[in-house]
């Protein structure tokens, strides 16, 4: 079946433009995460749903940073004034039942976000 | 707290030789823990993962890990290295019990060479 999808694969946007990040999770998993990787900060947890709301978002980086998730499927990053420092890979992943240590998260491809 | 530590960010080794991969863990929990592999301009894959069953570990292409307590480790290793198998391993630990925030490691990038 079809895996976690994200969109755009790559987005180049001017510093101060706000970008939307789009993740669509494999088909009835329930929670679904968004991570970043970076040169200078490696792989970083952003935040986690479980269904539509979000238990943790202890690793947005800033109030520019926000996401929601709808009908329990797609997710949508936001980040508003981009930053030089926001360019990174932004991934999703999402894990099947009610989230557990123990669940396997299936990554995406990843956006490659560049801020001018 | 959990982290990580991958011991060597570079590694490399010749076609049909051991692959060994270090890493060490801390959590103050009952860990669960993960190898995921990135190829490039690839997504992160499952490898394989600890959740306190069998202490050995298989995973997918003849990868293996071991869960070692008393040394805090998790080293991930191959009898025989293939060109495929180049690309960057990332150590991973989860909190058992609680929902699954992963936290990764720096990754080690395996170069394998003819």
């Known amino acids: 079946g079809a895996g976690v999808s994200q969109s755009p694969s790559n987005k180049v946007t001017e510093k101060g433009k706000d970008v939307e990040l789009r993740c669509d999770p494999i088909?009835?998993?329930?929670?679904l995460y968004w991570y970043r990787q970076s040169l200078g900060q490696g792989l970083e947890f952003l935040i986690y749903?479980?269904?539509?709301?979000?238990?943790?978002k202890s690793g947005l980086p800033s109030d520019r940073f926000s996401a929601e998730r709808t009908g329990g499927s797609v997710s949508t990053l936001t980040i508003q004034r981009t930053q030089q420092e926001d360019s990174a890979v932004y991934l999703c992943?999402?894990?099947?039942?009610?989230?557990?240590?123990?669940?396997?998260?299936?990554f995406g491809p990843g956006t490659r976000l560049t801020v001018l | 707290a959990q982290s990580v530590t991958q011991l060597d960010s570079h590694v490399s080794v010749s076609e049909g030789t051991p692959v060994l991969l270090r890493c060490n863990y801390s959590?103050?929990?009952?860990?669960?823990l993960f190898w995921y592999v990135q190829h490039p301009n690839k997504g992160l894959q499952l490898l394989l993962k600890?959740?306190?069953?069998?202490?050995l570990v298989k995973g997918i292409n003849g990868f293996e890990a071991e869960f070692k307590k008393s040394e805090t480790s998790f080293h991930l290793t191959k009898p025989s290295a293939h060109m495929s198998d180049a690309a960057e391993y990332f150590c991973?630990?989860?909190?058992?019990?609680?929902?699954?925030?992963?936290?990764f490691g720096a990754g080690t990038r395996l170069a394998v060479h003819p």
């Open positions: 992943a999402s894990s099947l039942v009610a989230a557990t240590s123990t669940d396997t998260q299936y």
């Open positions: 088909s009835g998993h329930t929670a």
């Open positions: 749903f479980q269904g539509n709301s979000a238990p943790d």
């Open positions: 959590s103050s929990y009952s860990p669960s």
């Open positions: 600890y959740t306190s069953a069998a202490t």
């Open positions: 991973v630990v989860s909190r058992s019990g609680g929902y699954n925030k992963l936290i």
